[in-house]
């Protein structure tokens, strides 16, 4: 074997790579072609034949449009939300909890050790019509007598923006972490204010890690349909619900089929809008 | 003037604070609830505590073969993402070859697409062939695709601060390169390769949409949990979730308590 390996060196990084870079292929990019393939059926379940049917294409656009916006809204205001909680949260622990570090970190990841759709059912508890969060509401008027929060907008992005957090927090600690301390009092020792040597050296310098977190919330929030199921109601369907029904309930594979790409296609052009804008080359050399 | 002064002074750390009990709520309700002793279906109002649930943990019908399933695909799935994933990441690391940029590309796309467009994709392969049944497999599969890619960034993170000369000093040695790669590579990348399996075993344990999508009539936890969601979720539930979360916790917070006692010593 170590010979064979010495005759044939350029082989060896191929051998490593064969089984993994196989399944992904077949697993993960056939996939994908049969997926375009469906897409491009017509027919009734299950007999559906491929004849190049792009109409499944406008009409999964103009018939679930109202969806398709709200799931980028809900992506977009949740994200946004996620950053505001999470910059300050990942300031602090980098630069003021000392040795603790570790153990602040640990707080963060720990929502991932409670399984997804349990933590969102705990949401429903919370909010739930005969929990003391809607009884509080009510009683300093905040919620009408005969409202509630579950099966609302606001429940469903808050549990959006909670579910997807450490996403955000972890990346942005991780390059808050890096920023040279000597810049920081360097700029002190040259009489900028802690306000001007944040905005001038810590922010600039963090900015990858809000880069990739608010990718990693936004992509994973604009798919999502957990959310919206058990803490929304049917006027909070997303986009993801739309697919998990067709797909699974009402067998339509061939407009779910269209609907993911449609929804991959408008994640990827948002994606690579956002790229430009803040200059990711820059950001990630 | 003081008061002012204090609440700048703070407000960063209360800030973060509120963050951090926003996200640990839930975790304390679900624990809570675990002790709870339900009026009805619904696990949704404190009625009074006990610890029948916890005595009882696998009283709900279904929950224990849901949660056999799951560890079961946990551990398959994470053993074969880990052997696949760690090779994959020595060849992207260790060789130059022109496919590797590509590669790169190739194994960061699986973390970034929605898991909803995966599993459907999927799928929809699945249901074009006649060679697998949706079940166990189908998952089995899933799982071990969408891990591979979390394994090759958590080895490849330790592989690029890997010290060469280690090895070289292995061959001067007169070992050769299977003997070198067993004595020296392995054991030095063991921490890396560990990190890797567990992140694949928590996101395989955890995963609903991907499972949910490919899972045919097998039922993991999380499906068990997404079909009792309706129908009010039994409070053996919060058992579980609560378990595997002290459990998890417990590992991290003991790895954090050694690392934080080896950074006080000095080198």
């Known amino acids: 074997m170590g010979s064979f390996f010495h005759r044939h060196r350029g082989l060896t990084p191929w051998v490593l790579l064969l089984p993994g870079i196989a399944w992904l292929a077949v697993f993960f990019v056939v996939p994908l072609g049969y997926l375009g393939y469906q897409s491009l059926q017509s027919g009734t379940f299950p007999r559906y034949q491929f004849d190049w049917a792009f109409v499944n294409y406008t009409e999964a656009i103009s018939d679930n449009q109202e969806q398709l916006i709200r799931s980028f809204v809900y992506a977009g205001i949740a994200t946004a939300a996620a950053l505001a909680i999470s910059y300050p949260l990942a300031y602090w622990i980098a630069f003021r909890t ?188 | 003037m003081s008061g002012w002064r204090f609440v700048k002074r703070h407000l960063l750390g209360v800030v973060a604070v509120l963050a951090l009990l926003y996200m640990l709520l839930p975790i304390a309700v679900v624990v809570l609830f675990s002790f709870n002793n339900p009026a009805g279906r619904f696990n949704y109002v404190w009625q009074s505590f006990t610890l029948d649930n916890w005595l009882n943990w696998n009283a709900a019908p279904g929950i224990q073969n849901a949660l056999e ?65 949706l079940g166990f497999w189908t998952i089995f599969i899933a799982h071990v695709m969408f891990n591979i890619s979390f394994v090759v960034v958590t080895v490849r993170a330790r592989l690029v601060d890997f010290d060469r000369h280690l090895e070289e000093a292995a061959a001067d040695l007169g070992a050769n390169e299977l003997v070198t790669f067993r004595k020296v590579t392995l054991p030095l990348l063991a921490p890396a390769i560990l990190a890797g399996a567990m992140l694949a075993f928590a996101i395989s344990v955890d995963d609903f949409v991907i499972t949910y999508f490919n899972s045919g009539s097998t039922i993991t936890f999380p499906v068990y949990v997404w079909g009792q969601a309706a129908r009010g979720v039994p409070p053996q539930v919060n058992v579980i979730g609560s378990a595997i979360f002290f459990v998890a916790v417990g590992i991290m917070l003991a790895q954090a308590v050694v690392q934080t006692r080896r950074e006080r010593r000095p080198a």
């Open chain 2, 69 to 133: 399933t799951s560890l079961l695909l946990a551990v398959l799935s994470s053993l074969a993402a880990t052997a696949l994933g760690t090779l994959i990441a020595l060849a992207l690391v260790r060789y130059d070859f022109r496919a590797r940029g590509f590669l790169n590309f190739l194994i960061f796309l699986p973390m970034s697409a929605p898991e909803i467009v995966l599993g459907a994709s999927l799928l929809t392969l699945f249901l074009n062939q006649s060679v697998f049944q």
């Open chain 1, 98 to 285: 000392g040795r603790w570090k570790n153990v602040f970190l640990v707080l963060v990841i720990a929502p991932f050790f409670v399984t997804y759709l349990i933590r969102t059912i705990a949401w429903q508890t919370i909010l739930s019509d005969e929990g003391p969060v809607v009884d509080l509401l009510k009683t300093i008027g905040l919620v009408a007598e005969d409202g509630r929060l579950l099966a609302t907008t606001l429940a469903v992005v808050a549990g959006i923006t909670y579910n997807f957090l450490p996403f955000m927090v972890l990346p942005i600690y991780v390059s808050l972490e890096q920023v040279d301390r000597r810049l920081i009092e360097a700029a002190g020792d040259l009489y900028a204010s802690p306000v001007r040597s944040f905005l001038r050296i810590t922010l600039p310098m963090s900015l990858p890690g809000v880069f990739a977190g608010t990718l990693l919330t936004f992509i994973p929030a604009s798919g999502d349909f957990i959310n919206a199921e058990l803490l929304g109601g049917p006027n909070q369907q997303m986009i993801g619900n739309v697919i998990q029904s067709k797909f699974l309930a009402l067998v339509d594979y061939p407009a779910a089929a269209a609907l993911s790409f449609v929804l991959m296609a408008i994640i990827l052009v948002m994606v690579a809008a956002y790229a430009r804008v803040v200059g990711a080359e820059k950001l990630t050399r």
